[in-house]
């Protein structure tokens, strides 16, 4: 089985991607990562990627005209040879002219059931609605933040006392499980 290249984009720790990566290792996976790409040189994701011989690149936004800054990604993505891209804790809105050139091969892990609670502050905002869950779910990236077509959801509990952060860790748990599989399912149909 020929497996597909994966570009991952990230900000921060990485732990999606590092989910993402430990499930590329095993043999009957669809997918390798090709790059895990960062707006941030200094992403702990990227020190824990390197740490384990998967092929990095940086790119600082600051000071660029988006459509530089983009192109510089979209020139690595694709000197790697990347098939498809998943967004792992990327704080970037993308362009519609880069999402426009990946066109139904972006997908994204979003902390909500969406289409509820679309943005940002998702845990909050599920606590105040006094909502019974929460969740993550995985989308097809297109122009409307947060809006393309959901490829799963997981469901998480709120707990009486429950606060973004305690609620947020249990999501995080959920996303490390989800995305690995929705990822394998979707470069597989």
């Known amino acids: 089985m020929a497996r597909r290249r994966l570009g991952i984009l990230i ?4 732990t ?10 095993a043999e009957d996976c669809p997918y390798e990562i090709a790059l895990v790409a960062s707006d941030r040189p200094e992403a702990p994701g990227l020190a824990w ?13 600051k000071g660029m005209p988006k459509p530089d800054y983009e192109a510089r990604i979209d020139a690595a993505l694709r000197e790697a040879g990347v098939e498809a891209i998943a967004l792992a804790g990327y704080m970037r809105l993308l362009s519609d002219d880069f999402v426009h050139a ?30 019974s869950h929460a969740g993550t779910s995985v989308h097809i990236v297109n122009e409307e933040l ?25 999501v995080l748990a959920e996303e490390h499980r989800l995305y690995p599989k929705v990822i394998a399912e979707w470069l597989t149909r």
């Open 146 to 170: 947060d809006g393309g077509e959901v490829l799963g959801q997981a469901e998480v509990a709120i707990l009486p006392g429950d606060t973004p952060e305690t609620l947020a860790e249990r």
């Open 49 to 61: 990627a390197r740490e384990r011989k998967v092929p990095v690149f940086a790119q600082s936004p």
């Open 16 to 25: 999606n991607m590092a989910a993402l990566v430990e499930a590329s290792r």
């Open 102 to 131: 990946w066109r139904g091969r972006i997908v994204n892990i979003h902390p909500s059931l969406l289409p509820r609670y679309k943005g940002l502050d998702t845990h909050a905002r599920a606590i105040e609605a006094g909502d």
């Open 11 to 14: 900000s921060g720790r990485g």
